[in-house]
Each structure stands twice: as structure tokens, then as C-alpha cells.
T-cell receptor
Framework: DQQVKQNSPSLSVQEGRISILNCDYT??????FLWYKKYPAEGPTFLIS?????DKNEDGRFTVFLNKSAKHLSLHIVPSQPGDSAVYFC???????????FGKGTRLSVIA | DAEITQSPRHKITETGRQVTLACHQT?????MFWYRQDLGHGLRLIHY???????NKGEVSDGYSVSRSNTEDLPLTLESAASSQTSVYFC????????????FGNGTRLTVT
């Protein structure tokens, strides 16, 4: 049973517009959430995270929103740039030193 | 700069052969992980270790083993390679503290023929 779900395999956005990537989770014990970005032939790189005690975390053009009651988080990228074209993975973990559980990923294409 | 290195980057092997993928990190991290990435499945956890002599099974551990004899290395062994193990394998490490992010290697693409 998939605990972290990214239901959109792909997303296309025009340069300069907002990209919104969505993620749902089923495990109510998850208390820390992360987004990773992956370019072809490279490993995933950490992008931004949020703890369950917060509902928003911002870092430059990237903002993550967490809705615990809906078990939903989203990553907003504003403004989107061609270099943002990549696969984005949502990940979550329980409290403590536990392994990350990843979603299937969403491929973002930013069109110039 | 600290880094995490995987070798080889590409490997082709035959069904039934034993294969070992190397992972070496210079972050001095206690935690190390192996994931595989497959189309339609995302990243799935194979094995992980929280320190020397510690190993744990992940979601898809059947057919794989790991050993942790020092802090820097966590080799992944496929005891008898199967075509279903054709995949891209990623090693990652993190500090032992809560909420520390994973640092990934660049992956090994393994093809089992």
C-alpha cells in the first residue's frame, strides 16, 4: 500500500508562471516531509522540508504547504524557470531516525 | 568537499551472477541507505544501516544483502542477479539526527540480461 502518493506523473508550465506539485499521504504518523529534485543521470537533491508543527515553509522561489487534516502537501515554485525542469519527489518519515518513504515522482517541464 | 560516490556508474551482468555495487561517503554520516528507482515505482528502500555492524531490511530487500564494516562504506550485493533487478540504484547517507536530509550518490544503472 503506497503511503506517499504523487498522482500527477507529469506537469507542464510556462516560464514565469507558478508550478504547483501535489502530494498526499496516508500514514498519520508521518511528521516530517521533504521535497527532492532529480535531474537525469544524477542523484536526487534535497530541496525543501517542513515539519508537521508548521503549515508553511518558504525558501526563495520554493514554498511548501502542509495541510495535516487533509494529509496533503504541495510545493509551489514561483516564478518557474526552465532550469526547474526535473522530476520532483515527495518524501515523508515518522518521528525519530526513520527512513524516508518516497512518492513516485512528478516530472515538471517548464517551457520557455 | 564531502561527497558520496557510487561505483560502477553502469553495469551489465548475466542472470544468476553475484554482483556488488559500491557506495562510499566522506560525510562521516552514521546512516546509509540503498534505494532503487523504477519507472512507475519511484524510489523504494532496499536496505539501510544506522552504524557499523547495523543493517536493516527495507521494503524490497529480497535478493539483496548489505554489510557495514566501517562508517564510510555500505556495499550492496545481489546474491543471484535476476532480470527483475534491472534498475537504477541510489545510495544515500544522512546524519543520525532527526530531520537531517538525505544526500544521494549519482546512481548505478544495472542491467541484468
Amino acid at each position: 500500500d503506497q503511503q506517499v502518493k504523487q498522482n500527477s506523473p507529469s506537469l507542464s508550465v510556462q516560464e514565469g508562471r507558478i508550478s504547483i506539485l501535489n502530494c498526499d499521504y496516508t500514514n498519520s504518523m508521518f511528521d516530517y516531509f521533504l521535497w527532492y529534485k532529480k535531474y537525469p543521470a544524477e542523484g536526487p537533491t534535497f530541496l525543501i522540508s517542513i515539519s508537521s508543527i508548521k503549515d508553511k515553509n518558504e525558501d526563495g522561489r520554493f514554498t511548501v504547504f502542509l495541510n495535516k487534516s487533509a494529509k496533503h502537501l504541495s510545493l509551489h515554485i514561483v516564478p518557474s524557470q526552465p532550469g526547474d525542469s526535473a522530476v520532483y519527489f515527495c518524501a515523508a518519515r515518522n518521528s525519530g531516525n526513520t527512513p524516508l518513504v518516497f512518492g513516485k515522482g512528478t516530472r515538471l517541464s517548464v517551457i520557455a | 568537499d564531502a561527497e558520496i560516490t557510487q561505483s560502477p556508474r553502469h553495469k551489465i551482468t548475466e542472470t544468476g551472477r553475484q554482483v556488488t555495487l559500491a557506495c562510499h561517503q566522506t560525510w562521516n554520516h552514521n546512516n546509509m541507505f540503498w534505494y532503487r528507482q523504477d519507472l512507475g515505482h519511484g524510489l523504494r528502500l532496499i536496505h539501510y544501516s544506522y552504524g557499523v555492524q547495523d543493517t536493516n531490511k527495507g521494503e524490497v530487500s529480497d535478493g539483496y544483502s548489505v554489510s557495514r564494516s566501517n562508517t564510510e562504506d555500505l556495499p550492496l550485493t545481489l546474491e543471484s542477479a535476476a532480470s527483475s533487478q534491472t534498475s537504477v540504484y541510489f545510495c544515500a547517507s544522512s546524519e543520525g539526527q532527526e530531520n537531517s536530509p538525505l544526500h544521494f550518490g549519482n546512481g548505478t544503472r544495472l542491467t541484468v540480461t
